[in-house]
């Protein structure tokens, strides 16, 4: 759910913390990192473990990428910077409603396995999500707050896209998303 996490954590943080500053791509890679990691090893071990939601959705995750960030970095900018990505994670667990799967959200406090999908196949699995209307309706309402985002952003023109891919910054005021 790639527009989901990315548009909805994006709306979120960006009204909660109101920082016209915040380098969105730090924020947007936060945001589908539990995907990146545990989406392909879920793939592979899907007898295993019957899901895609493993140890990257888990609470000890978000603290130890928050972690790593207070130890690796000094205040200041490089620590903004880098603290919106572990704001990402966590708001891709509150967007997963991960507190759903509590094995998988308090890993590995209630024990060792993940919480299952309930497929016996990946495939099965796939087949259930794309005739989901929840996940079209997620889907298309993160497309929509991205494409209001680009739009009031006039990241049509060259200029905006060169300050995004720089400094992560979009010129859009806040609040008016």
Known sequence: MLFWHVGATTAFIRYAFRDPLMDLRFLAV????????????????????????????????????????????????TRKRWMLLAVGVLAHLAFDAMWQDPETLWWPFLGWDFTTSGFATYGEYVANLITDPRLWISEIAGAIYLILLWRRSDLSSAEARQTLRTSGTVSAPIGRD
Do not use: E, Y
């Not at 990146?36 to 899907?46: E, F, K, N, V």
């Not at 493993?54 to 928050?66: D, E, R, T, Y």
């Open 30 to 77: 936060g945001a589908i990192l539990a995907d990146l990691i545990d989406l392909p090893i879920g793939i592979l071990m899907w007898d295993t473990w019957g899901s895609v939601r493993l140890a990257a959705h888990s609470l000890v995750f978000a603290a130890g990428v928050m972690v790593g960030v207070l130890v690796l970095t000094r205040r200041g900018q």
